[in-house]
């Protein structure tokens, strides 16, 4: 995986911590040679991506609320001034009230479902908008990050599914729009992970013990096997794929029923 990034340099949303997936995703990205640019929401988090950041070779760091047209536009022009043209984006950015993310779907509230959808699905076409412009010379990668609650009932997962299924709709959506471009948009569909989103959903710890011990692989994702997809999707190597949804769990999706030691 050494050189397959080499030359590529793009912007990574949604590193909190470094459990983040979008923290796996930026190391693999590294190692892989990419150079890097970050987006945070707020200085908290600015703070804690400094020293992450500077650790693969990064001092390009922009504050941006994805519901917030001017903090986007900002940050591109940030990324534009800097770099003329960029080969990815990495949108591993999601949201939704935790009082929600517990108990029935049926009480979902119009301002939550609002403003999960906003954060969690349409923030990604805002970015592939202000992205695009500069991928046109040489192509690129756009891609997400989305979990199976999209197109399966996952208890607690409530209306972060139906933000999810919107997603993954709009990436085909996408990935049609740009592929005369040579922008190819994916997601990757991770099993349950252990961080500050995952930790938010009601049952987080059963769901994570249930899939690591009934998963074909009997294991749950790790940051290193996302990383290395998104690694895959962003290079050469994935040049034929594009509007995909890739799945990185363990083959857990593939079940009909938990394997019998575990009923
Ligand atoms: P995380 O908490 O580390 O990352 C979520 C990020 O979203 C944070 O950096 C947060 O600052 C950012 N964010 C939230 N609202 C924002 C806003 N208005 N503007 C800008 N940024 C905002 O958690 P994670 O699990 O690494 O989540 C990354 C992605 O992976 C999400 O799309 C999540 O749904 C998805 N995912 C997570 C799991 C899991 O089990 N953890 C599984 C599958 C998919």
């Not at 592929?179 to 059963?206: C, D, F, Q, W």
């Not at 994702?221 to 290395?228: C, D, K, Y």
């Amino acid at each position: 995986m050494t050189a397959l990034l080499k030359g590529k340099r793009g912007l990574v949303m949604g590193v909190a911590n470094e459990r983040s997936i979008a923290w796996g995703i930026a190391k693999a990205m590294h190692e892989a040679g990419a150079e890097l640019a970050f987006s945070y929401q707020g200085e908290a988090f600015g703070k804690r991506l400094e020293p992450l950041a500077a650790s693969v070779g990064s001092d390009f760091m922009v504050d941006v609320d994805v519901t917030d047209d001017a903090s986007l536009d900002a940050a591109f022009e940030a990324l534009e001034a800097r770099w003329p043209t960029i080969d990815f984006v990495i949108h591993a950015v999601a949201f939704s009230d935790k009082s929600e993310l517990t108990g029935r779907f049926l009480n979902t509230s119009r301002a939550n479902f609002k403003h999960s959808m906003d954060i969690s699905a349409y923030s990604f076409i805002e970015v592939a908008r202000r992205a695009h412009p500069m991928m046109i010379e040489n192509g690129g990668t756009l891609l997400t990050l989305t979990y199976q609650g999209s197109n399966r009932v996952v208890p607690n997962y409530n209306v972060m599914g139906v933000a999810k299924a919107a997603l993954e709709s709009a990436t085909r959506y996408l990935a049609n729009d740009l592929g005369p471009e040579g922008i190819r948009v994916n997601a990757i569909s991770p099993g349950p992970m252990k961080t500050l989103a995952g930790s938010a959903i009601a049952g987080a710890r059963k769901t994570y013990k249930h899939t690591d011990q009934n998963a074909p692989m009997r294991s749950n994702a790790t940051l290193e096997a996302v990383g290395g997809t998104a690694v895959y999707l962003c290079s050469e190597a994935g040049a034929c794929t594009t509007g995909e949804i890739i799945r990185v769990d363990g083959g857990f999706h593939v079940l009909g029923m938990p394997q019998p030691d575990h009923l």
